[in-house]
């Protein structure tokens, strides 16, 4: 992904996930792995032993039900660590798949543990981690239970878009790693509601589709898809 022209000043996220990675090469003992599309970070009933920061590429979390349906529960982007669920009970409870070929940082738990208690930063970086990841998956419980069918995909493009722009990265046209089916199963919706709802907000020109494909979605401005999503806050769902 290219660095937009008008980023040239790192964002306070682009500074701590720098720091981070900064700190963790010169702190504790590193296994760097290159990961491809459909690579398996962990998955759910592995013993837990290391957390894992994404240097570059794009991750996504999936939980398996009895009957081995998949729910995407979780989006990461590089700086975004994976693995945090498996510290309370020793085992992972999900699975986290590569989207996109990229760079895995990973660190032995008791190694990552007494390097923060020598650098008290790294663990105020790590706390912060958690913080974001924490705030993350309310928000998109808040979106999941109040926006409407069109507005969430809406919500979802922009929380794409927006954490690109944290990273300092272009973020008028982003590349969709997920299909649309995907897209649907992470926000509670069919394939064909994800669709119609791509469809409308095109038509609304709130988003474009250049000719290349339409995995590439161009914004052309952020606060009209910010004004459209408040704008339906509280508003009756679409018929979809």
């Known amino acids: 992904m290219s660095i937009r022209p008008d980023c040239h000043e790192p964002t306070e996220a682009a500074r701590q996930i720098a720091e981070t ?13 290159v990961v491809h599309a459909g690579d398996r ?25 009895i009957d081995g349906r998949e729910q995407v529960v979780g989006l990461h982007f590089k700086g975004d660590w994976l693995g945090f669920d498996g510290i309370a009970s020793g085992r992972h409870g999900c699975d986290a ?16 543990m007494a390097a923060c208690t020598r650098d008290p930063k790294l663990m105020s970086l790590l706390h912060a981690a958690m913080s974001r990841e924490i705030g993350r998956d309310r928000d998109s419980m808040l979106a999941l239970a109040t926006l409407p069918a069109d507005a969430r995909v809406a919500d979802f493009l922009r ?5 690109l722009a944290e990273r300092g990265l ?35 020109s709130l ?8 995995r590439d979605i161009q914004i052309p401005e952020a606060s009209a898809l910010n004004a459209f999503i408040e704008g339906c806050t509280g508003a009756p769902a679409m018929v979809h």
């Not at 990675?21 to 792995?33: A, F, M």
């Not at 929380?159 to 954490?163: F, I, L």
């Open 21 to 33: 990675l900064s700190l963790l090469k010169d702190t504790v003992p590193l296994q760097r792995r």
């Open 41 to 65: 970070l962990f998955q759910a009933g592995e013993r837990f032993s290391s957390l894992h920061v994404l240097n570059s590429g794009f991750f996504k979390v999936v939980n398996c039900s």
């Open 97 to 112: 798949l590569a989207i996109d070929t990229g760079e895995i940082w990973s660190v032995r738990y008791d190694d990552l």
């Open 159 to 163: 929380y794409w878009a927006d954490t």
């Open 170 to 204: 272009r973020n008028d046209c982003i590349t969709l790693r997920l299909t649309r089916a995907e897209i649907g199963n992470y926000l509670g919706m069919t394939l064909e509601s994800v669709s119609r709802a791509l469809s409308r907000l095109a038509r609304a």
């Open 207 to 214: 988003i474009r589709f250049p000719e290349k494909g339409r």
